[in-house]
């Protein structure tokens, strides 16, 4: 762990989460205009916008909660890539609709657990954010289910397609129930929730809208994980790049 | 009932202002035209999402990427609406895409033009939405029906689209030199486009009379541009920037901003399909359409397998 | 005119002939959206979906974004049953004012009637 963002825990913790909905929020984003249907691209923005409007929320608190001047902005377009703590699945490139639908559903079925968990929290701002977030990730599971369900029971090739997807990305799907001492100090302390504890929710969720979509759970038990300490694949780097490309050229406007 | 008493009524309901419905009797020429224009608008729409997709990615704060978002969105939502009022005419929108992705209708041609600094989506926003709203708003009282309904939702959605690509160009306007330069140069490069987006003179307009004689339209081309132009130009004084017009003067008779000559060579090279970005923007479509085909027959043959369980539930 | 795209000078627009071509898309559904509580559902537009379940999201992502509504219905555009003939089915009952309050001359001191 070089490179900490914040020192604040309660803020760390925050931004995590931020990361998450920021860098799932972005790859979403760049698949507008590539949609399959009229209406799938509304669809996507939809939730490109849930995802977004939550980082904007937590960044905006974690920056207060740290006090150092920083803005929410500052926190999402200036911070590197060993700085960013955002959990790997999340940052996974989709090479088409399929990649994105299992890279979402993996993650939706997380964040409604999340969620639902952090609405309790006894920290106001947190459970404020993550009430609303619970609502929209309920929706977006039911979307990302409903095409799990249609590409794993639908034509052979759209089986075979998802299948591969749901293959490829199950590797980091064990990273969103790892509890790190971060994660395990603030649910002591009442504030945050122990993502293991997630696990068995998830997991039977999965199961059975991989059993509904004829799917296989994939088998392969090789597992990786290190984004939350900065250590990602070389997927995100890019991203950033060009997220953050207009405030790093002009540094220090408004825009 | 023989087809003269329908033609008399349709024109009476016309003569009234009231509108023409999917099921009313209308002339063969009043159904095509209709369509024509409803498709390419929705088509416009469509299209006119990537030049502003493009900058998603890097838009530069938080609020400013979720307002593009919201906005690209909305653009497709207004395509959605008007391929569904075409459809009322027994149009399929598979059909009406298949003659876009094959060059057999057009969309506006100011799409074809590329989006080069985070000011041209300011500049999309102020000019480009700006003269669509002038136009959309004369279209609400369009004699079809379900066009003019589709222009209520959409001309309630638009204003927005103007606003914060208004707010972004006062930003920039208020900003560094190098945010003024790139105010300028969008303007620079968007002014003319978005004149051009008003069609050719009224003497050139081959459909204009028609059109409106049927109450389709009910501006022409020169009174839309004029409104356009004298609503714009204070706006762009407001922000400190120049016009690139040497000609553009206030004649004080009339009221009106009068404009410099604008080059229509470059409107119909766009028009035919040479224009900057054409093939790119097709491209684009085709290789989306094609790439979610897998997804298509997919959601389909769920359907059939499930079809009469799902039908009884709905 | 913004969208209407006119035809370069020198060039023939492809005769286009409408209906009956190719139908490569999900049916259509038509939407019908309730405001808010208290309100009838109304008639919005409408979408194209596989079947019942995406329809109705379809219709959510595409006729609410602007918390428009509390409560969607989607009917297969196939199954609408529409009127026909305005003129005989309609017109018939413009000529009834007697069924209309303001038929009525009440004198004031009546009051409330
Ligand atoms: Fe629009
Ligand atoms: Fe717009």
Redo the contacts with the bound molecule.
Sequence with gaps: MSTVTTRNPLAAYIVRHADDNMVIGQRLAQYISRAPELEEELAVANIALDHIGVADHLFTYAAKVEGGGRTGDDLAMLRTEREYTNLLLVEQEHDGFGELIARQFFFDAYQALLWEALADSTDDTLSGVAQRAAKEATYHLRHSSAWVIRLGDGTHESHRRIQRATDRLWRFTAEMFEADDLDRQMAADGIGVDPSTLRDAWESTVDSVLEEATLTRPEDSFQTSGGRTGVHTELLGPMLAEMQWLQRSYPGLSW | MDARTEEERFNAIIDDDEKIEPRDWMPEAYRKTVIRQMAQHAH??VI?MQPEANWIARAPTLLRKAILIAKVQ??A???LYLYSATETLGVSRGELQELLHTGKQKYSSIFNYPTLSWADIGAIGWLV?GA?IVN?IVLQGTSYGPYARAMVK?CK??SF?ARQGYSIMMTLADGSDSQKAMCQDAIDRWWWPSLMMFGPHDSESAHTAESMSWKIKRKTNDELRQMFVDQTVPQARYLGMTIPDPDLEFDEESGHWKIGEIDWEEFWSTIRGDGRLNRERIAHKVKAWEDGAWVREAATAYAVKHGMKLDKSA | MSYDVPVAPGDTPAEVQFGGGVDHGFPLWEVFVRAKRGLSHTHVGSIHASDAETAIQNARDGYTRRAEGVSVWVVPSKEIVASDDAESMFEPFEHKPYRHPTFYDIPKEVGQL
């Design positions: 416009s729409e006119g909305d653009e939502g207004h395509g939405d669509a959309q959409i959605e638009e689209h």
